[in-house]
């Protein structure tokens, strides 16, 4: 009798420790939940990283067609005008956050890690991407800025740099990390 008894009450602990776990991880998850989408809505993460990968892309867009311009207005070979485009994409694309982030009331160096933080990776992957399929389409990089193939190649790069870049945000974001840490500071 005893023993049965004794018995029961460890079963009870176990269901009222298995409760308090559950509880736990649901506490956890929903946590996560609200960071990464703003909501628990099914599909609010995408969205999320689809308005983060355009925010990115725009500003790297920017900076890669000045980059483009500026290096064939000065009749630079393909390497130092890809270089210069590269690095314009990168400073558009940080500025567009750091712009962003003090607007929401960060100083100056808070900002830029946060911009650092945010779009390193995913201006890193666009411009590989990017770069990489006009580096790889036949005669784009000699086409002139009057040429049709070096638009296509260009755009063509970025829409397949958007459709790579976009579920690498999602992961990031969802794990707190990149755009997140931008969507932080929008109160």
């Known amino acids: 009798m005893e023993h049965t008894g004794h018995h029961g009450g460890t079963a009870q602990d176990h269901a009222a420790h298995g409760n308090h776990a559950g509880h736990e991880s649901h506490g956890h ?3 996560a939940a609200h960071h990464g989408t703003h909501g628990a809505r099914p599909g609010a993460s995408w969205s999320t990283a689809v308005k983060a990968t355009l925010h990115c892309l725009t500003g790297c867009a920017i900076g890669e067609i000045l980059g483009m311009v500026i290096g064939t207005a000065l009749l630079w070979g393909n390497v130092p005008t890809m270089v210069l485009a ?4 990168f400073l558009f ?3 567009f956050t750091l712009f ?3 607007r929401a009331g960060l100083d100056l160096k808070s900002a830029i890690k946060v911009a ?5 990776v995913s201006i890193a992957v666009m411009e590989f991407v ?3 399929i006009i580096a790889l389409t036949p005669g784009a990089m000699d086409a ?13 790069g970025f829409v397949v740099a958007f459709l790579v870049t976009t579920p690498v945000n999602k992961w990031m974001i969802g794990r707190g990390k990149g755009h997140a840490v931008v969507h932080a500071h929008h109160h």
């Open 86 to 89: 590269i690095a314009l994409a």
């Open 116 to 120: 650092l933080a945010a779009d390193t």
């Open 93 to 95: 694309g940080y500025s």
């Open 29 to 31: 998850a929903g946590h």
């Open 144 to 156: 002139h800025l009057s040429d049709g193939l070096f638009w296509s190649a260009l755009l063509g």
């Open 130 to 132: 990017d770069n990489g």
């Open 100 to 102: 962003a982030v003090v």
